[in-house]
């Protein structure tokens, strides 16, 4: 009895065995090592990108020590500039806490440390009760200038007041401008 060898036949139905075969004994049986050394691609950021902190800290520090420490309920991050809401802080001359603050919002521009805030309450330091009350205060850093709009000061027996406060803390000057008013008190 002689059988017929179909070779085209035969090649069909082997050849894909063979190569199935190979292909599980080549990633089952030894895998493949993966490598994520390649290209990666990130997505660029978008100017409209924000980072959100709830109850954070931001500071300062220079080449004197810190120069300034301000907490947040809320800070934002818009492009280059940061948005704080509810903050309270420190104010520093020469490592020294100088001024503690509060202000119902802020704006911090990294890029050359200037910072504004609005609705203002400073008391400084070892001073006992007095308060400084702004509508809106601009601290410039490089100058270290400190500009209080609206101002209103209160200690035991004066009451002063002006449109625009501006402080330089390298130089120790206080110029008043605008509507200054002083209130003595006698007893």
């Given amino acids: 009895m002689r059988h017929n060898f179909d070779l085209p036949l035969f090649l069909f139905v082997s050849l894909p065995i063979v190569f199935l075969s190979g292909v599980v004994v080549h990633f089952w ?12 691609f990130l ?13 954070a800290k ?39 806490p ?24 400073l008391r400084e330091e070892g001073k006992g009760e007095r308060a400084i009350h702004g509508e809106a205060l601009s601290w410039l850093g490089k100058a270290e200038e400190l500009t209080i709009y609206g101002v209103r000061i209160f200690t035991p027996g004066v009451t002063a007041g002006c ?8 130089q120790g000057k206080m110029l008043w401008k605008g509507n200054v008013e002083i209130t003595v008190k006698t007893p």
């Avoid at 950021?45 to 959100?52: C, L, R």
């Fill in 43 to 55: 997505p660029r950021v978008s100017p409209s990108f924000q980072i959100q902190l709830e109850k």
């Fill in 58 to 96: 931001v500071s300062r520090i220079g080449k004197n020590g810190r120069e300034w420490e301000v907490w947040a309920d809320s800070i934002e991050q818009r492009g280059e500039e940061v948005h704080l809401y509810l903050l309270a802080g420190t104010i520093f001359q020469s490592a020294e």
């Fill in 29 to 40: 049986i030894a895998p493949p090592e993966l490598s994520f050394v390649e290209e990666v």
């Fill in 98 to 121: 100088r001024y503690r603050f509060s202000a119902e919002r802020g704006t911090f521009f990294p890029g050359d440390g200037t910072m504004k805030m609005w609705k203002v309450k």
């Fill in 163 to 170: 449109q625009k406060l501006v402080y330089n803390v390298t």
